[in-house]
């Protein structure tokens, strides 16, 4: 679609504030794939002492949007139209992996998948996995979600 | 179920980090039913403006936790097995509005649905609906998962 | 949208087959929102001698579906891009009521939200609840998803 | 966990009427996974001539459901808690095969994921993924869902 992918995921990525408040970043970009890295901090803990469900749920996110983004043409916007997240272990480690990826691309949407992984002790342990449908569309900022 | 249920809420809020990064509040608990805001700042966002749907799922996730940690016991944990957020508009706004509930209690899972509001020069808009799955398990906490 | 919505939507009900294959049948339909009903034979059952989930996850299919049928123009397609099911309760009645409803009419899709209800002795008991994602898209067969 | 857990899926097999109704039939039993086949009829199309949305989340449903059952103790009942399906392409096809299996089994519940296959003219392609959470319960009829 977009000989540019990485770039234009990089520069999606640098826009988005949100991920870097998190410290979420990507270490991998491919076409229709992408893997990031957390760190995690005290910052995204729950009650628990666990990696809250909204970092996880964020992630998640994450991965299946710049999924997405390595395959639309430049100025094709991506949004999230529906995500869901099945909660498998809880979220106990010094990094969080996330992996995402295009399992159907489409004209009006992406379906995509994204798991997370969490890494203690050189370990990695699936924590989290997720299913969204990304709209895909062109940059027109107040028909963003199709309305 | 638990006549402490105020307390035992703000408890779990107190001690989420997570949430005090995002800068979410509750402003209201009830039993099976709990109202929060955020005041939406630059950290928000994401690549073009709008709220995260990151921050969105994160808020959709804590309105339906605190909502369920509401109907529970003392010592009593919840944690989230399964969370689906529909993005309904864009999250333009200068504060969100979450309120969570529980659309049927039990002994082993809350069903709980929140909604998400942007409030925009006083406007309410709804711009998110989640249900999700919130697992009711008494403290052990290498058993959180039921694994 | 169409001022012969009842007509439109009574056309695709006439050509649903496997909606006539459950026995199930619309009892009112008004903009935006329908209502249903299936009278439960043995047919229905799983191996508890409940009603079987394919048969409620297919009920709040078809109820999504028609409401959202009821807010499109003549001619236009509505085709399912994901549902979610949440099962409250065991389905146990001689009758299943399904109402549906469009949460928030768009352009490329509409979000919808099906409850269904078990009818026994009279009572009436919230046993599932759904939300969906509605593609609407004009009649091109061939471009049915979007692909 | 059940060295005899063919025949105790065959068992729940055998029972379920919705299932035999639709005219699905399981090809393959392994533990934490299943393979159905169906051959498809007129009584499965909804109003545009594809395979109904509703057949496919049934079998989604069911695909998962025996998924689980191959990984429980005689005696212990599953049931299904939450399913999303997504619908990637039209299901279109003289048959669907549909697989299943376990992705992280819990003593509460296993979380499970299942994939439609539509066959036409020798070829198959993917034309739906699920995700669910199975509930997994020693058999107390009612208490089936935990309430």
Redesign the interface.
Known sequence: MNPQYREYVQL??S?????Q??GFELIEIAEGQVKGALIVG???????G?V????I???C??AC?FAAYSLVAEGV?V????????????GIGEKILAKGWV??P????H?C?SELYAVKDGKEV?IA?A?A?M?VIDDK?N?????
Not at 52 to 55: C, K, R
């Open positions: 999606k990525v826009r988005n504030r949100f991920m408040q998190l005290e910052m995204h803990e729950q009650q628990n666990f809250h469900g909204g970092v749920s964020a992630l996110d994450m949007g916007q949004f999230t139209v529906e995500l869901k997240v099945s909660y498998l272990r809880p399992l159907k489409g004209k009006r949407f379906f998948e699936l996995k299913s449908t709209g900022v028909d963003k979600y199709g309305g």
